[in-house]
């Protein structure tokens, strides 16, 4: 699948490749044209130039055969409240051309998939905010699409239901292509096999996640000393590639020793009598990539 | 598809107390009125008899009571048609159908004939209740057909106009209040210079007049299918700008 896209600000450039069975983590601060870009995906906006290609299918030429690959959850679940859940995702099937004897099969798996067997028989409009954001779900895949898209599916969720939708998500990525957009971090990391951030309607960066968190790049450590010796001191020791201070006592650093990195720092703080007070290790990290490319282009722009 | 849309579309009608209750009131004014009708004609029948008058039950009682429904669904249909596309659009639901792999065309065939189904329902009663006269009397069964067969294209027109209506807003009340605008004003152009200015032959109230005088004109043939079309492909074009924008 590409796209590329120019002309209108909202979105200027953004091109990417996805396939079966990825997690496509889709990044961007509010307002970035994250959601733009998603309802051109799904046809419900038409670009103003640049292809959307689903299959063997580009979206603008051939929509009836690509649309039906495609399963999209927007922002807000577009739910029928006067109609059961049941009949909602019957209904949704249908408008997703599966076939007429399939529709029960295929609603039966969706809600087994998102945990709505019990809940087939109730009014959409009973149901607390994290069952809708499931039916939601179910319609994105109760056809079985090729590709699912989810604009920020655990907005306004309480812990454990993300935790569960989450779970979802993982298990959907492993047969279908799954763009997930959002922008937290966290939940791309804990979800996603690839990133893509986009800044003021760009693509500025692409990877594959677990490459990111490969050792070569080194494990950052982020360490509370009491005692602290001066900066050159830590950025001599054994495999310490680099070192800052940040000021109050608090070092990052960054260890070429892997898993062990933690415990070599450890045992020099004791013997030296720094007074370790607490260490982390930090995942290297999509958080720096994200601030630095967000904030490094207004600083820049500015 | 549209089959789809349109069953649907019917589920959600009648899922809201809005079609019922208009149901409702559509078949008791018109019930009343045609008692009334039925008994007065009972009264002057000697008198018309006497004076070998050309007119019978069919002109002095079906007719009267199948304009009268004419004139109450132009209040009520406005308000069942506001619905269609309007209230997705608010509730966001419309990406739903946009997503979906059916076409726009689809889409609006879908709507248009979901609220056809329900209106054809609601006309029911009232056509019923013309039939039953058969138990009583002859009917000039001609003029009867011609005149629910009006009756219905005349509501197919409202749910036209209103379905257009529905795509223009976000807001179902508006949409409704311009429809109710539209087809009053329409209406009234058949009672401007006498039914014979200009545009009383756009109206479909001089349409339906003729067709209740069981005067079938061939340019009512061309009439009602080509007001529906130009509605739906007004709707089309609309929701098509309306992706092709932002």
Same mark, same amino acid.
């Given at each position: 699948?590409? %796209?590329?896209?120019?002309?209108?600000?909202?979105?200027?450039?953004?091109?990417?490749?996805?396939?079966?069975?990825?997690?496509?983590?889709?990044?961007?601060?509010?307002?970035?044209?994250?959601?733009?870009?998603?309802?051109?995906?799904?046809?419900?906006? &038409? =670009?103003?130039?640049?292809?959307?290609?689903?299959?063997?299918?580009?979206?603008? *030429?051939? =929509?009836?055969?690509?649309?039906?690959?495609?399963?999209?959850? =927007?922002?807000?679940?577009?739910?029928?409240?006067?109609?059961?859940?049941?009949?909602?995702?019957?209904? !949704? &099937? %249908?408008?997703?051309?599966?076939?007429?004897?399939?529709?029960?099969?295929?609603?039966?798996?969706?809600?087994?998939?998102?945990?709505? #067997? *019990?809940?087939?028989?109730?009014?959409?409009?009973?149901?607390?905010?994290?069952?809708?954001?499931?039916?939601?779900?179910?319609?994105?895949?109760?056809?079985?699409?090729?590709?699912?898209?989810?604009?920020?599916?655990?907005?306004?969720?309480?812990?454990?239901?993300?935790?569960?939708?989450?779970?979802?998500?993982?298990?959907?990525?492993? *047969?279908?292509?799954?763009?997930?957009?959002?922008?937290?971090?966290?939940?791309?990391?804990?979800?996603?096999?690839?990133?893509?951030?986009?800044?003021?309607?760009?693509?500025?960066?692409?990877?594959?996640?677990?490459?990111?968190?490969?050792?070569?790049?080194?494990?950052?450590?982020?360490?509370?000393? &009491?005692?602290?010796?001066?900066?050159?001191?830590?950025?001599?020791?054994?495999?310490?590639?680099?070192?800052?201070?940040?000021?109050?006592?608090?070092?990052?650093?960054?260890?070429?020793?892997?898993?062990?990195?933690?415990?070599?720092?450890?045992?020099? !703080?004791?013997?030296?009598?720094?007074?370790?007070?607490?260490?982390?290790?930090?995942?290297?990290?999509?958080?720096?990539?994200?601030?630095?490319?967000?904030?490094? !282009?207004?600083?820049?722009?500015? | 598809?549209?089959?789809?849309?349109?069953?649907?579309?019917?589920?959600?009608?009648?899922?809201?107390?809005?079609?019922?209750? !208009?149901?409702?009131?559509?078949?008791?004014?018109?019930?009343?009125?045609?008692?009334?009708?039925?008994?007065?004609?009972?009264?002057?029948?000697?008198?018309? /008899?006497?004076?070998?008058?050309?007119?019978?039950?069919? *002109?002095?009682?079906?007719?009267?009571?199948?304009?009268?429904?004419?004139?109450?669904?132009?209040?009520?249909?406005?308000?069942?048609?506001?619905?269609?596309?309007?209230?997705?659009?608010?509730?966001?639901?419309?990406?739903?159908?946009?997503?979906?792999?059916?076409?726009?065309?689809?889409?609006?065939?879908?709507?248009?004939?979901?609220?056809?189904?329900?209106?054809? #329902?609601?006309?029911? =009663?009232?056509?019923?209740? /013309?039939?039953?006269?058969?138990?009583?009397?002859?009917?000039?069964?001609?003029?009867?057909?011609?005149?629910?067969?009006?009756?219905?294209?005349?509501?197919?027109?409202?749910?036209?106009?209103?379905?257009?209506?529905?795509?223009?807003?976000?807001?179902?009340?508006?949409?409704?209040?311009?429809?109710?605008?539209?087809?009053?004003?329409?209406?009234?152009?058949?009672?401007?210079?006498?039914?014979?200015?200009?545009?009383?032959?756009?109206?479909?109230?001089?349409?339906?007049?003729?067709?209740?005088?069981?005067?079938?004109?061939?340019?009512?043939?061309?009439?009602?299918?080509?007001?529906?079309?130009?509605?739906?492909?007004?709707?089309?074009?609309?929701?098509?700008?309306?992706?092709?924008?932002?």
């Amino acid at each position: 699948m590409r %796209r590329d896209y120019a002309g209108v600000p909202a979105v200027s450039g953004v091109s990417f490749e996805l396939h079966r069975g990825q997690v496509l983590g889709f990044l961007g601060a509010n307002g970035a044209g994250k959601s733009t870009t998603l309802r051109m995906l799904t046809g419900s906006l &038409a =670009p103003t130039a640049g292809e959307v290609r689903v299959g063997g299918f580009v979206l603008q *030429d051939q =929509p009836i055969p690509a649309k039906a690959m495609i399963g999209y959850l =927007p922002e807000h679940p577009p739910l029928y409240p006067e109609l059961t859940v049941g009949e909602y995702l019957r209904y !949704a &099937a %249908r408008l997703r051309r599966v076939a007429a004897p399939a529709v029960s099969e295929a609603v039966d798996l969706a809600c087994q998939r998102c945990d709505l #067997l *019990d809940h087939r028989r109730q009014l959409i409009r009973h149901l607390s905010k994290g069952f809708q954001q499931r039916v939601g779900i179910a319609q994105a895949i109760v056809h079985n699409p090729a590709i699912v898209i989810l604009d920020e599916p655990t907005v306004g969720l309480d812990p454990i239901q993300i935790r569960g939708i989450r779970r979802l998500i993982q298990s959907l990525g492993q *047969d279908h292509g799954v763009i997930l957009s959002s922008h937290l971090l966290g939940e791309i990391q804990a979800v996603c096999s690839h990133v893509l951030i986009i800044h003021g309607g760009r693509s500025v960066y692409a990877a594959d996640l677990t490459e990111l968190d490969q050792p070569s790049a080194g494990v950052t450590l982020l360490l509370h000393l &009491a005692a602290p010796p001066p900066v050159d001191t830590l950025r001599q020791l054994d495999g310490v590639t680099a070192a800052e201070s940040l000021g109050d006592g608090r070092f990052r650093m960054c260890h070429s020793g892997g898993d062990a990195s933690a415990e070599v720092l450890v045992r020099t !703080a004791c013997e030296q009598g720094w007074r370790l007070t607490a260490i982390q290790t930090e995942s290297r990290s999509l958080e720096q990539v994200f601030i630095e490319l967000t904030l490094g !282009a207004e600083t820049h722009a500015a | 598809m549209p089959l789809i849309i349109a069953g649907k579309e019917l589920r959600s009608l009648f899922a809201s107390p809005l079609a019922w209750t !208009a149901m409702v009131l559509v078949t008791v004014i018109v019930a009343w009125v045609f008692l009334e009708l039925v008994s007065q004609h009972l009264d002057t029948q000697a008198e018309l /008899v006497a004076l070998n008058s050309p007119t019978g039950v069919t *002109d002095r009682v079906v007719m009267p009571t199948l304009n009268l429904t004419a004139w109450l669904f132009l209040f009520i249909v406005p308000f069942l048609s506001m619905r269609l596309i309007a209230d997705e659009r608010r509730a966001g639901t419309l990406v739903l159908l946009f997503s979906s792999p059916v076409s726009m065309t689809g889409i609006v065939l879908g709507k248009y004939l979901g609220i056809l189904g329900m209106l054809t #329902l609601a006309l029911l =009663p009232v056509a019923c209740m /013309v039939c039953s006269l058969y138990f009583g009397t002859a009917l000039d069964s001609g003029k009867l057909a011609s005149g629910l067969l009006g009756l219905w294209l005349t509501l197919a027109v409202f749910a036209a106009v209103g379905l257009f209506m529905s795509t223009l807003t976000g807001t179902p009340t508006a949409a409704a209040f311009a429809t109710l605008g539209l087809l009053l004003v329409a209406w009234l152009f058949s009672t401007t210079g006498d039914g014979i200015g200009p545009l009383s032959g756009l109206s479909p109230a001089t349409r339906l007049d003729s067709l209740l005088r069981g005067v079938f004109d061939s340019s009512d043939l061309f009439y009602y299918p080509i007001v529906i079309l130009a509605f739906l492909v007004l709707s089309i074009w609309r929701l098509d700008s309306e992706r092709l924008q932002s």
